[in-house]
């Protein structure tokens, strides 16, 4: 908008509302350095010719006819008003455009939060919880820039970085069914998280994947790196200790190059065992784990989403471990550093009947 004319005092005219704001600030200027100066013979005893010349430098701009201090200042203010509206108003229309296009109402705040709090919100319940990003934990090995799908879909490590991996790979269990895992080798699939077993979430009974050792086996015969994970519904550490040795036990047979998991997710069940641990117990639960495959010579990781890292576990306790970190979008979300990206839950790979989750490797896969 145009800043519009107004009338000197005095029948003197101002030419824009920046001259007024220029000029004003020239006569509150003016005022400061005289305030300076009085300071500065009080205190070094200067001439007193010094100071009657800056109160008349003061007076001659005064008399210039220019709009007063508290004037300017009421421009401002309505200048300022105007702006806040103007804001809103675009404000409200990149809502309606984001809804439009789909977007949900936690995309959106996600977006603000990060842009102007740097802060990362969880959603759970019905519920938002806000947690300011910690500058004291590690941070992300790579810029969220640097990630993007090509055209099929498929993340790429977009950097320069030499010691970032970027390779395919997916997790699969049961669901995924008889898979041919000389397609999956055929089809760019470099590395693969095989689930050993889960506990169940109401009784607590253990249980081996029906498929895991079809996959462990089909997966090193074709050459492609191996990790494996066990679905935790542990409610204390014994549990906990329970479930790593079954996974240890299960991979005797076995060389696996890549982690042991310990898979921290909050139950869907109403019923869980679990729904009523505190943030303390949780995190005890995935240290005894990860200890006990650490003394079995493996590299223990935790795998989680934002509710499990950032308000069911306690990150700072966790710093020293690997992470497996599930976000489903085009950008990572997570600014800690994590060691594997699960980007995508619906993908595609020859070999397999149905959909598969994908990830990236975000460091060397021989680290």
Same mark, same amino acid.
């Given at each position: 908008?145009?800043?519009?004319?107004?009338?000197?005092?005095?029948?003197?005219?101002?030419?824009?509302?920046?001259?007024?704001?220029?000029?004003?600030?020239?006569?509150?200027?003016?005022?400061?350095?005289?305030?300076?100066?009085?300071?500065?013979?009080?205190?070094?005893q200067s001439d007193e010719e010094e100071l009657k010349e800056s109160v008349q430098k003061l007076h001659e701009i005064e008399e210039e006819g220019y709009i007063s201090e508290a004037e300017a200042l009421k421009?401002?203010?309505?200048?300022?008003?105007?702006?806040?509206?103007?804001?809103?108003?675009k404000f409200v229309d990149w809502v309606r455009n984001q809804l439009l296009e789909g977007n949900s109402t936690k995309w959106m705040l996600r977006n603000l939060y990060r842009t102007f709090s740097n802060e990362l919100i969880?959603?759970?319940?019905?519920?938002?919880?806000?947690?300011?990003?910690?500058?004291?934990?590690?941070?992300?090995?790579?810029?969220?820039?640097?990630?993007s799908p090509d055209d099929d879909g498929l993340m790429q490590y977009r950097g320069s970085d030499p010691q970032i991996d970027g390779r395919l790979g997916i997790d699969v269990s049961r669901f995924q069914g008889k898979i041919d895992w000389e397609k999956v080798a055929a089809d760019g699939v470099s590395f693969a998280f095989i689930r050993v077993g889960f506990r169940g979430s109401s009784e607590g009974k253990l249980n081996e994947d029906p498929q895991f050792v079809?996959?462990?086996?089909?997966?090193?015969e074709n050459g492609i790196a191996v990790g494996v994970y066990f679905y935790t519904q542990a409610i204390n550490e014994e549990e906990a200790l329970e479930e790593a040795d079954f996974v240890i036990q299960a991979l005797e047979p076995y060389e696996i190059s890549l982690p042991v998991v310990f898979d921290f997710e909050s139950a869907d069940s109403d019923e869980a065992r679990t729904n009523s641990l505190?943030?303390?117990?949780?995190?005890?639960?995935?240290?005894?784990?990860?200890?006990?495959?650490?003394?079995?010579?493996?590299?223990?990781? +935790?795998? !989680?989403?934002?509710?499990?890292?950032? &308000?069911?576990?306690?990150? /700072?306790? *966790?710093?020293?471990?690997?992470?497996?970190?599930?976000?489903?979008?085009?950008?990572?979300?997570?600014p800690y550093e994590y060691s594997y990206w699960?980007?995508?839950?619906?993908?595609? +790979?020859? !070999?397999?009947?149905?959909?598969?989750? &994908?990830?990236?490797?975000? /460091?060397? *896969?021989?680290?």
């Open positions: 908008m145009s800043p519009e004319r107004r009338k000197k005092k005095k029948g003197a005219g101002i030419g824009s509302f920046v001259a007024i704001l220029f000029l004003s600030t020239i006569a509150f200027l003016a005022l400061i350095f005289c305030v300076f100066l009085l300071i500065r013979i009080d205190g070094m421009l401002i203010e309505e200048e300022h008003e105007r702006t806040e509206r103007e804001t809103t108003v969880v959603e759970s319940n019905g519920g938002y919880f806000f947690f300011p990003v910690r500058a004291d934990f590690k941070q992300a090995l790579i810029d969220p820039s640097e990630l079809s996959n462990i086996e089909g997966a090193l505190t943030q303390e117990q949780n995190t005890d639960h995935v240290l005894a784990f990860c200890s006990r495959i650490a003394e079995a010579g493996y590299q223990p990781m +935790v795998y !989680g989403n934002l509710k499990s890292f950032l &308000l069911l576990l306690d990150m /700072e306790r *966790l710093e020293h471990l690997k992470k497996w970190f599930a976000f489903y979008d085009t950008k990572q979300y997570f699960q980007y995508y839950d619906k993908g595609r +790979v020859d !070999g397999i009947e149905g959909d598969v989750d &994908l990830n990236i490797c975000i /460091e060397d *896969l021989g680290r």
